[in-house]
Each structure stands twice: as structure tokens, then as C-alpha cells.
């Protein structure tokens, strides 16, 4: 399985930002699909999850503020950042949820306050 984020850049607090994870996977349909985020000297950590069927769940940090999607013809999961806030800047991943296999590239979002 390959993957790979893209969207990523810089915005001011406030500003929103979409993300677009293009997976390589034969089975992309039938797995739940996640977001997640590494910031510098912290562990990567699941930001947000959707389902097979679309259902979603967000960590408390970004409940309200992020919007998970995903277009299974199209092997592609989005993640739509409204409110940014400097914290919210990290690297940012997709995987399936749990993750398995190779982390494909990132995509970088900095949010400047």
C-alpha cells in the first residue's frame, strides 16, 4: 500500500486548510482510514478516523474544527482544518486506522499566530 498527503502549507491562526491522502490499495473500500499528526519531538498520534461505511471520530482537539471524508472510487480520504491554530502544526499523515505497513509521505502545515 502506498500513500501519500498532500495540501499541507502555511496559514495564519484562523485560516483553514484541506488535506488530500491518494492511497494505492486494493481493499481502500473496506478499511477504516485515518489522519494523523507528528509535531517535532512529539510521537505521531490519530487526529481523526472514518470509517468503511463513513462514520467519524476526532480527538478532542480538533472535534469541531476538522472534517474527515473520503471518495472510495477515487482511493482518496480528505481532511478538511478550519480554526487552525498554532498548535495544530505538525506533519500530517494518512494510514489506515490502525496504522499498518510503511508511512508514506507526509504533507507539512505550520500555522503562524
Known amino acids: 500500500v502506498q500513500l501519500q498527503a498532500s495540501g499541507g502549507g502555511l496559514v495564519q491562526a484562523g485560516g483553514s486548510l484541506r488535506l488530500t491522502c491518494t492511497a494505492s490499495?486494493?481493499?481502500?473500500?473496506?478499511?477504516?482510514m485515518g489522519w494523523y499528526r507528528q509535531a517535532p519531538g512529539n510521537q505521531r498520534d490519530l487526529v481523526a478516523r472514518i470509517g468503511s461505511g463513513g462514520s467519524a471520530n476526532y480527538v478532542p482537539s480538533v472535534q469541531g474544527r476538522f472534517t474527515v471524508s473520503r471518495d472510495n472510487a477515487k482511493k482518496m480520504v480528505y481532511l478538511q482544518m478550519n480554526s487552525l491554530k498554532p498548535e495544530d502544526t505538525a506533519v500530517y499523515y494518512c494510514?489506515?486506522?490502525?496504522?499498518?505497513?510503511?508511512w508514506g509521505k507526509g504533507t507539512l502545515v505550520t500555522v503562524s499566530s
Open positions: 494510514n489506515r486506522a490502525p496504522p499498518e505497513g510503511k
Open positions: 490499495d486494493s481493499f481502500f473500500s473496506i478499511n477504516a
